[in-house]
């Protein structure tokens, strides 16, 4: 958070911040008033970034009868080369249990107090140590009383709840938790680098419920840019984001249903373009939330006309794919809802469906979509009405190698193999967490030359009065779970929406941002 206050008192602090950090005896030189800091105070902090919480109570006095004190915290940063520290609180004496929300460094913690009858200032220094782990860890979205915010837990199971809040002082608008993707080369707005001119590049998470989306700052937990302000123009009203997205090319969001995207890589202000046209004739349509991410562009589904498109990180207008020989359906005006779609990874040729027809809704089957350049076959997996997938609420891809489709029936966990039509479901016998089922996801995860650090987990998700849990069942060889009781547990408030794990190198493409 920058440091606004007024040009007047910068200049004033620029002047003891040279003077005051080697003499702590904090004298004005030009006045015979002397303002004493103590009390509960220390020389050196060390705090964990969202965990711990700061608590400072000084004590001030003045030799001057009758002071009236007005009060601010900052810390200062010298490795930035910038005289202007950045502000923690104004106005309030005691800093209570104060959630730090800083990048992982050392800085001066400064304490100013400052007579506003005669205008001299007192100053106190600190060491502030901040560790974090918050760029080491899961992430859990939810929704909470008509809000939505994450759980954070660090890899010692520690856990920070609604860390927005915490952080930030607000939240995600939107009673619907949706998806949490990785935006890296994010430009920060308020972290200009003096020697080049340019804004700093950092790595970002998008949170995004059904009504709002944040870029906050991986390092920090702390919100670069709300949802409105991450546009070159501020897209419409009333808010609907559903789904942001990464591929090596472009950075995409939705926003009811017409899609947005900006180039990582330029040195600006990291702004999404004007929404992309359906085609020349600005024909109507909407994007469902559900992606496919092909080569060399991921393709979605248009609603209004029912077609697939492809979607690219430049130009102005989706484009219209076209059939491949041997197609059972063609890729355009399909006459289907598109019920889910996933892909089995980045870039892959793999990618499946569930269909509905509109004008037989009892009518439901299985896309298997090849994908090349802006062409694509599908084939039908035709679903009987007593097939477990028929009655599924919830779907996801294995992203490994194995063919298979997980999906959830009521409280049951099934498996589907896709390595040919039709496929063959497995119930799977695992200890599923009480309450509804309201989220599955596979996430692999491979460190080259550590094991131990490597995970392969199906993750599901539940809530029950009001609580969530999710859980996670380590998979072996062939995609099944090698263990019924779950390897992984988290517990907390709300409604989970989804799951993510980050590291300080995570990207938009280390995972399939796909629901």
Not at 193 to 200: A, E, I, Q, S, Y
Not at 292 to 303: H, L, R
Not at 370 to 398: H, W
Request: aromatic share 12%; charged share 20%; net charge negative.
């Amino acid at each position: 958070m920058k440091n606004k206050i007024i040009i007047g008192l910068i200049l004033v602090i620029g002047v003891f911040l040279t003077s005051c950090f080697e003499d702590l005896g904090n004298y004005d030189y030009t006045s015979n008033e002397v303002i004493t800091i103590g009390g509960d105070i220390k020389k050196d902090y060390s705090v964990v970034q969202f965990t711990s919480k700061l608590t400072i109570r000084p004590e001030v006095s003045s030799n001057i009868p009758g002071a009236e004190f007005e009060y601010a915290y900052w810390v200062y940063d010298k490795d930035q080369g910038s005289q202007v520290p950045d502000t923690l609180l104004v106005g309030k004496k005691d800093l209570e249990e104060y959630v730090v929300g800083l990048p992982s460094k050392t800085y001066k913690l400064i304490f100013q107090a400052k007579n506003v009858k005669t205008g001299i200032q007192g100053f106190w220094e600190a060491t502030l140590n901040v560790t974090t782990t918050s760029n080491h860890g899961w992430y859990i979205l939810k929704s909470e009383d008509g809000k939505c915010d994450m759980d954070y837990y660090n890899m010692a199971g520690e856990k920070a709840e609604n860390v927005l809040l915490a952080s930030c002082g607000r939240q995600l608008e939107g009673d619907q938790a949706e998806r949490i993707t990785v935006g890296t080369n994010y430009a920060d707005p308020e972290d200009l680098d003096p020697k080049t001119n340019t804004f700093r590049k950092t790595t970002v998470l998008f949170p995004v419920s059904n009504r709002d989306a944040k870029a906050v700052r991986l390092s920090t937990g702390k919100i670069i840019n709300d949802f409105p302000e991450m546009f070159q123009e501020e897209p419409a009203e009333p808010y609907a984001p559903g789904m942001a997205f990464a591929t090596s090319m472009a950075q995409f969001i939705l926003n009811q249903g017409k899609v947005y995207y900006f180039w990582p890589y330029t040195s600006a202000l990291s702004k999404f373009s004007v929404e992309l046209a359906r085609n020349e004739t600005f024909d109507p349509y909407r994007i469902s939330k559900y992606m496919m991410y092909a080569t060399p562009n991921p393709i979605g589904f248009d609603e209004v006309s029912t077609s697939f498109v492809a979607i690219p990180g430049n130009g102005t207008t989706l484009i219209s794919m076209t059939d491949m020989p041997g197609t059972e359906l063609s890729a355009n005006h399909t006459q289907m809802n598109l019920l889910w779609a996933g892909s089995k990874g980045l870039y892959d040729i793999e990618h499946y469906a569930v269909m509905q027809e509109q004008q037989d809704p009892s009518r439901k089957f299985i896309a298997y979509i090849t994908c090349l350049g802006n062409s694509m076959t599908i084939k039908r997996d035709n679903l009987e009405s007593t097939d477990p997938a028929y009655g599924a609420s919830l779907f996801t891809l294995n992203h490994s190698s194995s063919q298979i489709l997980y999906f959830v029936n009521g409280h049951e966990l099934w498996s589907r193999s896709i390595a040919a039509v039709p496929g063959v479901n497995s119930k799977l016998e695992v200890v599923l967490p009480k309450g509804e089922i309201v989220f599955i996801k596979h996430m692999p995860y491979s460190v080259y030359g550590k094991p131990e650090e490597s995970f392969d987990y199906l993750l599901i998700g539940a809530v029950k009065d009001g609580n969530y849990e999710v859980v996670g069942y380590t998979l072996d060889a062939v995609g099944r779970p090698a263990d019924p009781e779950p390897a992984l547990h988290f517990a907390g408030k709300g409604k989970v929406g989804d799951v993510t794990f980050v590291f300080p190198s995570v990207s938009g493409t280390t995972f399939v941002p796909s629901y």
